[in-house]
């Protein structure tokens, strides 16, 4: 089964072949019969959806020029503002908050470019974990195997993209959290360059580290997804204020584009399962990628996992203060430290910062493109506590994002592409560029995808 994308329906609607109204209904159908047995809604905006489409049909009938995602359907975590809907970040506490006046900017993005909004997605609370087995509305189950997980902490976005519930979501990567669960369910993520894509309407988490992004199941449509989505917005997140050339109007001319590549060693393969290896190996043949260490990779992840202890832990203090039973236990223990963390902690973390950058800035002089594992494994079974990694019991929720903790700490961009092993679990590789290079990662993605090196498998059965 194959599922149609952004660009495929989009030109359906554009050409008037099928209504957005129609693809609507179905994504709405699709959903009430599927998401039970995946569990990546929190909830349906099925009015607003149909009325969108109303208008993108009433547009296209009158001859009014309609937007490069007309009709195609998109669903967002619920950290991102939706106006009218409590913006719930997965927790509890939020349940009994104003809903939003407005949309995230992201959100108004998508919708002025015709694409209809269908839905807020289940995600690890306050984007704490990289399992979303979320205490208040269930675990995500992963679509390639519902007694997995699907990672997180946007494991609805990713899974409800492997479903084939919606083409296109929208995520948030602090650690990992868009890399982590593309790996595990198997499509792709984009993590782009901290500050590029607009934060407006989105609940913080650790704002030193906080990304926003896309998912999709191809390369075209992640990269149509990010022109669309990118662009200065100074008044409403101060970081964002640089736009990028767009990337999908010459992605044929990236992907012809020379590309020195480098595959991490090191830090990044240390307590790989076979599996993460044997991708990796795969996509750096193909790239003909040469060996590169970044030897403060342990450091660099140490340093942030002290920035998001003690951010979220300042962030959350007052809440903890008053309702700290009203959280995840898992969730809330680590809120709790972190908020007991002195700030010289914090500060050293932030300067080694300038170390460790030094560092990637020397590797990119020789390379366009690194090469790392998206995830350290497979997706473990729901309720695992515990993988071994170099034969050490480490926690799950901890370590599934060992490999990406290092890049978010400098805010690279990264496209998660899902290594294509057929009947496997799914598993996957980031694809690291230089700061402010996204079109670099893209260049690599959709070489790698047009090799059939990359792919996003729909899930085998009733799915």
Known sequence: ??????????????????????????????????????????????????????AVDADRLAGRPLGPLAGAPFAVKNLFDLEGLPTLAGSKIRRDAPPPARDATLVKRLTAAGAILVGALNMDEFAYGFVTE????????????????????????AAAVAAGLVPLTLGSDTNGSIRIPASLCG???????????????VFPFVESLDHVGPFARSVEDLALAYDVLQGPDPEG????????????ERLDALSERPLRVGVLGGWFQQGAF?????????????????????????????????????????????????????????????????????EGVAHAARRYRTIFRDQVREAFQRHDILLAPASV?????????????????????KN?????????????????????????????????????????AFAAALRLQRAGVVAAHPPKGAL
């Open 1 to 54: 089964m194959s599922f149609p994308g952004l660009i495929e329906i989009a030109g359906e609607v554009r050409a008037g072949r099928v209504s957005a109204r129609a693809v609507a209904e179905a994504v709405l159908s699709r959903i009430q019969r599927l998401d039970g047995g995946v569990n990546a809604f929190t909830a349906v905006t099925a009015e607003r959806a149909l009325a969108a489409a109303d």
């Open 237 to 248: 997140d101060a970081l964002c204020v640089r736009a990028a050339e767009p990337v999908s």
């Open 274 to 342: 076979p599996e993460a290896l044997e991708a990796l190996g795969q996509v750096a043949e193909a790239l003909d990628a040469a060996p590169v260490e970044l030897p403060g990779a342990q450091a660099a992840r140490a340093a942030a996992f002290c920035l998001t202890a003690f951010e979220g832990g300042a962030l959350h203090h007052a809440d903890l203060a008053r309702r700290a039973m009203d959280y995840d236990p898992a969730v809330r223990d680590r809120l709790l430290a972190g908020a007991l963390l002195p």
């Open 400 to 440: 599934l994002g060992a490999f990406t903790q290092p890049i978010s700490y400098v805010g690279l961009p990264v496209v998660a592409a899902p290594v294509n092993r057929p009947g496997l679990l799914p598993i996957g590789v980031q694809i690291i560029a230089p700061a402010w290079r996204e079109d670099l």
């Open 134 to 157: 979320n205490a208040h509305d269930g675990p995500v189950r992963n679509p390639h195997d519902p007694s997995r997980i699907a990672g997180g902490s946007s494991g609805g976005s």
């Open 377 to 397: 494994c497979p997706a473990p079974p729901i309720g695992q506590a515990t993988m071994e990694m170099d034969g050490v019991p480490v926690s799950v929720r």
């Open 187 to 201: 499509v792709f993520g984009l993590k782009p360059t901290y500050g590029r894509l607009s934060r407006q309407g």
